[in-house]
């Protein structure tokens, strides 16, 4: 089901406007440049929908048997030392799954230049409010004992997550707001409202999910997030709850563009968020951008 043209003639004038002249500055010159946390050229729609981005990666494997407060993970990062330290975001996997089940994004995220850490939960029962604790936990330890902590800005935290490691990211977000972006993807949670989060949420939602519904979790989580700095909401067509497990353009194109938004306060990605996307392969989309 789309609903893309309606979006297209309203932007009608802006277009005619552009067209009619005037001088129109190059973007991401100088305002861009005074960003100290900017990675990477100035980015394409072609860049954050190719299969890699513009950093070499490398990863490294932490054992369980190494960390506390969750069950150990891989760490994907940049290997380019020279621009100084990345943001970083923590992902958790749904019920029953291990990182594998997510592990296309931790190649796909870094190269964009962000450090990822991919976690193994404690046990694979564990419930939202667990998850939520252990990516905060793997948010410590990378930033505090990994052996990539020097590579990692402490300040510019995101989480993110699947089924019920979405709605752990969103219980992350609620205890530790000093995070710069959440990204839940098809979240499951039995509770229903968090106007306690005040970080950049971004929500994904399969339209055709029926583990976590988007009529009873995706939606009313968006709906609820009343004090989110910025919110938005991305329904995959004919999604089904598994959408994430697999690799998936649209996911990466936007999670790059929040956590390039909202960690590295990167605004050459806010053409990609604003007006609210309108791709073929969403089904429904909305936002706080203005006039959304
Ligand atoms: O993480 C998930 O896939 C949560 C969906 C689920 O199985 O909830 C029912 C207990
Ligand atoms: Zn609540």
């Given at each position: 089901?789309?609903?893309?043209?309606?979006?297209?003639?309203?932007m009608?004038?802006?277009?005619?406007?552009?067209?009619?002249?005037?001088?129109?500055?190059?973007?991401?010159?100088?305002?861009?440049?005074?960003?100290?946390y900017?990675?990477?050229?100035?980015?394409?729609?072609?860049?954050?929908?190719?299969?890699?981005?513009?950093?070499?990666?490398?990863?490294?494997?932490?054992?369980?048997?190494?960390?506390?407060?969750?069950?150990?993970?891989?760490?994907?990062?940049?290997?380019?030392?020279?621009?100084?330290?990345?943001?970083?975001?923590?992902?958790?996997?749904?019920?029953?799954?291990?990182?594998?089940?997510?592990?296309?994004?931790?190649?796909?995220?870094?190269?964009?230049?962000?450090?990822?850490?991919?976690?193994?939960?404690?046990?694979?029962?564990?419930?939202?409010?667990?998850?939520g604790?252990?990516?905060?936990?793997?948010?410590?330890?990378?930033?505090?004992?990994?052996?990539?902590?020097?590579?990692?800005?402490?300040?510019?935290?995101?989480?993110?997550?699947?089924?019920?490691?979405?709605?752990?990211?969103?219980?992350?977000?609620?205890?530790?707001?000093?995070?710069?972006?959440?990204?839940?993807?098809?979240?499951?949670?039995?509770?229903?409202?968090?106007?306690?989060?005040?970080?950049?949420t971004?929500?994904?939602?399969?339209?055709?999910d029926?583990?976590?519904?988007?009529?009873?979790?995706?939606?009313?989580?968006?709906?609820?997030?009343?004090?989110?700095?910025?919110?938005?909401?991305?329904?995959?067509?004919?999604?089904?709850?598994?959408?994430?497990?697999?690799?998936?353009?649209?996911?990466?194109?936007?999670?790059?563009?929040?956590?390039?938004?909202?960690?590295?306060?990167?605004?050459r990605?806010?053409?990609?968020?604003?007006?609210?996307?309108?791709?073929?392969?969403?089904?429904?989309?909305?936002?706080?951008?203005?006039?959304?």
């Amino acid at each position: 089901m789309k609903k893309n043209l309606v979006r297209k003639l309203k932007m009608l004038p802006a277009i005619v406007a552009l067209a009619g002249g005037g001088a129109l500055v190059a973007p991401g010159t100088a305002a861009a440049a005074d960003n100290p946390y900017e990675r990477g050229p100035d980015p394409t729609e072609q860049l954050i929908e190719s299969a890699r981005g513009p950093f070499a990666t490398a990863q490294t494997r932490v054992s369980s048997l190494s960390v506390t407060g969750f069950g150990g993970g891989v760490i994907y990062y940049p290997t380019d030392t020279s621009q100084g330290t990345f943001g970083a975001v923590a992902i958790s996997p749904g019920f029953t799954a291990d990182w594998t089940s997510l592990d296309w994004l931790g190649p796909r995220l870094a190269s964009h230049g962000f450090v990822v850490i991919g976690i193994d939960t404690i046990t694979r029962l564990d419930q939202p409010d667990s998850r939520g604790r252990q990516l905060l936990a793997a948010l410590d330890y990378l930033t505090q004992r990994s052996s990539v902590r020097s590579r990692v800005d402490a300040s510019r935290l995101a989480v993110a997550g699947h089924s019920m490691g979405g709605g752990g990211s969103l219980e992350a977000a609620k205890s530790r707001t000093s995070l710069k972006a959440a990204i839940p993807l098809a979240p499951w949670n039995l509770d229903k409202t968090w106007p306690e989060v005040v970080t950049p949420t971004m929500i994904f939602g399969g339209e055709l999910d029926t583990v976590a519904p988007v009529s009873t979790h995706a939606i009313p989580f968006y709906n609820s997030l009343t004090n989110a700095r910025e919110k938005a909401y991305l329904e995959i067509d004919n999604g089904s709850h598994f959408f994430p497990n697999v690799s998936n353009t649209l996911v990466a194109k936007y999670m790059i563009s929040w956590l390039k938004r909202y960690v590295d306060n990167d605004t050459r990605y806010e053409q990609f968020l604003c007006p609210v996307p309108d791709d073929r392969g969403l089904s429904d989309s909305r936002g706080t951008c203005p006039g959304s």
